[in-house]
């Protein structure tokens, strides 16, 4: 009963979605904590995924990169199954990943940053590198500091500039807002937009759920380490059960919660 | 209950001192106390390397030997957070390979030519790839069958360098099985010294020997370490390497093949290693099993000087090593030369843990 | 008096003798490595430390006839009136004087170092092992230097005859070796030696619970030098003479490392069985014929012990019987 979900209606004819988890079960050694958790991202959407700690949402985006093991369920790119590739191959594929924390080399420069996103690839990367700094002028600026040396804002955005170097067509976030001042989580996310728009597939994990939730298409809430509820974004923030339990809202109260 | 041992360590502490002294002297007097003791230490300090002109040049030379394994060391050490206690021991397999070269690979008669000004021949430039390539292929070996072994088991560092404990140990033991533990020399032609005199300040005549060999040693220290540079900096392959040293997670998951950068760490950890046993053999005219051990308390001294995981710092930290080593010779016995740098650890620990350049890495 | 075995038995004897002394430094080391997992590769400094603190505090001044020149050692005994209270009575004071030297020195460095990466303390104790010799082999007036110090008086000298002594003294070695084990053993299982072992697999949560994790490592660290240093001083009663070249990395160090890493790191019965089994490997394979007795071959092979098991059997012989939490 695969269903296709996008902004775009896709129609009779079958066009596999761009990302699509089915049956997921994943976690570390012994410890199970994915235990069956099924999504799918249309092409060109933008999909967050929020719930309480140890819920999986990290472990889901883990496990497609290798760095969870999978014992059940299957992972497909485009309609191809990638359940188990590697990193190398995975990136050839057009998969990119930020990881929350840790997410750039700290004395590369920011420019071998970059380049080191695009390791997997051959031939020519100027033009890439040179579309990059386009979309982080910022980073620009420091092209040829210390990576360590940025500000946490920037130290993202070059999480971005490295991943997309390679140019995804599917982009995991976990969590680029971790850790950020307010103001700079909403610019964060909306840089993510962009990019989105600029037509990235985007499956976002996000603490932020609010804020997240207002630059996404859709949502899956998880819990215990399965589906809870599925819905757009919108739904979700206006459904009152969903925004008391796990968005922190409590009547008009706006907050952003900490789930 | 005991707290003999926070006491020791709080006046061992930098802040603590700070505090203490301030609370009796002041910000003022603390700040005068600083300067004048920097200028104490800087003061003496130039006045040794001055006055010990001869040892303060023999010392820089010394150094760059150190270097050549020191930078070898700290690159195994920063890229699989490994302290190699073998390291000593696979320069010591290097020169014994080029000393195989000279007696049993080369004609005989080829090894008395020398070259130029240096005691050695040609020869020297047939046995240096050798023992390079060899000891490179040697490290790659027991990486795959010790410690990639162990880093799939996803072993402490501690028993990592307790495996390299005991590589250390068999390796030194099947080198004095083949080759025993007498002395062993590589061929060599008696030659003069390089001697200078010079006038310091025309108060005294300074006298610098300098064995020429120990130029040409330096020399090839030099642009060895600077060629890792660059194959660091400059080439794909390189900056992945320090991408994995930096951050092994995220270097896998953006595709970089991490078991091809450590094999390439001991590519180059081995053959540097090799070539910095070779050289020193041929700087000190003679070869013992034993040196290999006994050279690494100065290259963990340079490694510590250096900050850890810094082959750049390594090198800084090595031609100090040894030019300290060398001056304390002015004043103490030269069989001291391993306390001197065992205080030089210590003290370096006190006063800059994260190197000389304080680079600190989270 | 037993005939054509009489060779044997004494080579028994002496075997057991210096097993017996492995095994107390052997439990020393399992304090380092085995519960606190402190990297100490300069196990020959403690070892030396109580063996040159043990001969100086019972040695008489030096006879100038014997080009004898350690004329600050050799007076420390009589200065400190060992004659007075006779040397039977000495013999313990020594062996703890021994062991507060190792604790000091052992308190000293660590204070430095064990607050900084683990890793290094393993290059601080890799410097301390190469200074404490050169301390002995440069200082004359210390304790004759290269010569080393001679004629060590022993405890029960004179009972039997001299060839027979190790019979006299391997009671005694076996009963400190006793006490170091129940004392250590002890302490493994008390609150103290919880925190010690909570240190080892996790040093954050101890530091959460609020314990000083840095004190408790130091204290570990003193207390295993303090029995190396009990071994080093019954070592040099049991050779009768000691000089630096004794205490050279391969029979102060690296042996006792194959020795705990064979029998079983983490436990005290381990280490103790470590020490038995590969002195006899090592005491008896200089029988062997042929390249078999091979010195520098027995050298490769203490380093083999010590990769090959640490790949195939990890735990060693006796592995460590981990308590549930």
């Known amino acids: 009963m695969r269903v296709a979900v996008g902004e775009n209606e896709v129609g009779e004819n ?107 690839l051959h031939g020519d990367l100027d033009a890439r590198i040179e579309k990059v700094q386009d979309l982080f002028p910022l980073l620009r600026e420091r092209w040829k500091g210390n990576a360590g040396n940025l500000s946490g804002g920037q ?49 976002l994990v996000e603490q ?52 | ?25 002041g910000e003022r007097g603390l700040m005068a106390i600083e300067r004048s003791t920097l200028i104490a230490v800087g003061g003496f300090a130039i006045w040794a390397l001055v006055t010990q002109l001869d040892l303060t040049v023999n010392g820089l030379l010394v150094g760059s030997v150190y270097a050549l394994g020191a930078v070898g060391l700290s690159l195994v050490y920063g890229n699989l957070h490994l302290p190699n206690i073998a390291h000593g021991d696979y320069m010591t397999l290097g020169a014994f ?10 004609p005989e008669a080829w090894n008395d030519n020398s070259v130029g000004p240096f005691t050695f021949s040609y020869t020297l430039f047939i046995a240096l790839p050798i023992g390079v390539l060899f000891v490179a292929v040697f490290a790659v070996i027991v990486d795959q069958l010790v410690y990639r072994t162990m880093r799939r088991r996803g072993a402490l560092p501690g028993v990592m360098a307790l495996a390299s404990l005991g590589v250390a140990i068999a390796l030194r033991g099947f080198i004095q099985y083949i080759w025993g533990t007498e002395v062993e020399h590589f061929p060599r032609e008696s030659k003069q010294f390089f001697i200078w005199t010079v006038d310091l300040l025309h108060l005294q005549d300074v006298i610098v020997r300098v064995p020429p060999d120990m130029i040409f040693v330096a020399v090839a220290a030099i642009v060895l370490t600077f060629a890792t540079y660059l194959f660091l900096n400059m080439t794909k392959w390189g900056k992945a390497m320090r991408a994995a040293a930096d951050n092994e997670d995220l270097a896998r998951v953006t595709g970089i093949d991490v078991e091809r950068t450590n094999l390439l760490t001991w590519v180059i950890g081995g053959g540097m290693a090799a ?84 680079q600190s890495r989270s | 008096m037993f005939g054509e075995f009489e060779g044997l038995i004494l080579h028994i004897g002496s075997f ?41 505090l019972v040695m008489p001044p030096p006879d100038p006839n014997l080009y004898q020149r350690y004329e600050w050692g050799g007076n420390l005994a009589f200065t400190l009136g060992s004659e007075r209270i006779g040397f039977d009575l000495w013999f313990p004071l020594v062996l703890i004087a021994a062991a507060a030297v190792c604790a000091a020195v052992a308190y000293l460095v660590g204070s430095i170092t064990i607050r900084l990466r683990g890793d290094y303390l393993a290059i601080t104790t890799l410097g301390l092992g190469e200074a404490v010799r ?39 070695v076996l009963i400190v070796l006793l006490i170091v084990y129940f004392v250590s053993q002890r302490l493994a299982g008390s609150p103290w030696g919880r925190v010690i072992l909570a240190i080892r697999e996790n040093e954050d949560t101890v530091e959460m619970v609020g314990k000083n994790a840095f004190q408790f490592k130091l204290q570990a660290f003193a207390y295993g030098a303090a029995l190396m240093g009990i071994g080093g001083a019954l070592y040099a009663f049991a050779k009768h003479s000691i000089t630096p070249a004794a205490f050279e990395p391969f029979f102060a160090t690296f042996i006792i490392w194959a020795m705990l890493i064979l029998g079983g790191s983490g436990n005290h019965r381990g280490a103790i069985l470590g020490a038995f089994v590969l002195w006899a490997v090592i005491s008896s394979s200089q029988f062997l014929p042929g390249f078999l007795g091979d010195p520098n071959l027995r050298l490769a092979v203490i380093g083999l012990i010590i990769v090959v098991v640490l790949l195939i059997r990890p735990a060693g012989i006796i592995p460590e019987t981990r308590t549930r939490t």
């Open chain 2, 275 to 358: 070539a910095a046993g070779i050289l020193f053999a041929a700087g000190q005219g003679q070869l013992l099993t034993i040196s290999g051990w006994k050279i690494l308390i100065p290259l963990f001294a340079a490694v510590v000087a250096g900050g850890i995981g810094n082959p750049y710092g390594a090198f800084a930290g090595a031609i100090f090593v040894g030019v300290i080593g060398e001056v304390s010779t002015a004043w103490l016995d030269p069989s001291y030369k391993p306390a001197v740098f065992f205080a030089a650890i210590i003290v370096l620990l006190l006063v800059r843990p994260n190197g000389l350049f304080g």
């Open chain 1, 14 to 120: 079958e066009v596999a979605p761009a990302l699509e988890i089915a049956d997921l079960e994943a976690g570390y050694g012994p410890t199970l904590i994915a235990r069956g958790i099924s999504m799918v991202v249309g092409k060109g959407e933008m999909v967050t995924i929020i719930g309480p700690n140890g819920s999986g949402k990290s472990t889901t985006i883990k496990a497609i990169f290798g760095l969870a093991d999978v014992t059940g369920g299957s992972i497909r790119l485009h309609g191809e199954d990638i359940t188990g590739e590697r990193a190398d191959r995975l990136i050839a594929m057009g998969i990119g990943y930020v990881p929350q924390a840790g997410n750039i080399f700290p004395t590369l420069s920011v420019r071998e940053n970059v380049e080191m996103g695009a390791f997997t």
């Open chain 3, 16 to 56: 057991l003798v210096i097993a017996g002394i492995y095994a107390i430094i052997n439990v020393g080391l399992n304090v380092h490595y085995g519960h606190t997992g402190l990297f100490n590769i300069g196990i020959a400094a403690f070892f030396a430390l109580g063996a040159y603190t043990a001969s100086i």
């Open chain 1, 155 to 203: 130290r993202q955005m070059l999480a971005l500039a490295r991943a997309l170097v390679a140019e995804p067509s599917v982009l995991l976030l976990d969590e680029p807002t971790a850790g950020l001042a307010p103001q700079i989580v909403d610019q964060v996310l909306a840089q993510i937009r962009e990019i989105n728009r600029s037509g990235v597939s985007i499956l």
């Open chain 2, 97 to 106: 390979i080029a000393l195989f070269v000279f007696g049993s690979l080369v």
């Open chain 3, 134 to 172: 050169l301390l002995f082999t440069n200082e004359g007036w210390l304790a004759d230097g290269t010569r080393g110090l001679n004629g060590i008086p022993r405890v029960l000298d004179g009972v039997v005859d001299p060839q027979w002594y190790d019979f006299v003294f391997l009671p005694l």
């Open chain 2, 1 to 25: 209950m005991f707290n003999v041992g926070d006491r020791l360590s709080t006046i061992f502490n930098r802040n603590a001192i700070r505090d203490a002294v301030i609370s009796v002297v």
């Open chain 1, 208 to 259: 932020n759920a609010i804020k997240a939730l207002r630059h996404s298409d859709r949502a899956y809430v998880l819990a215990r380490g399965r589906n809870f509820v599925e819905d757009t974004a919108d739904g979700l923030l206006s459904n009152p059960d969903i925004g008391r339990v796990f968005l922190g809202l409590s009547g008009a109260d706006e907050e952003e919660s900490d789930v």
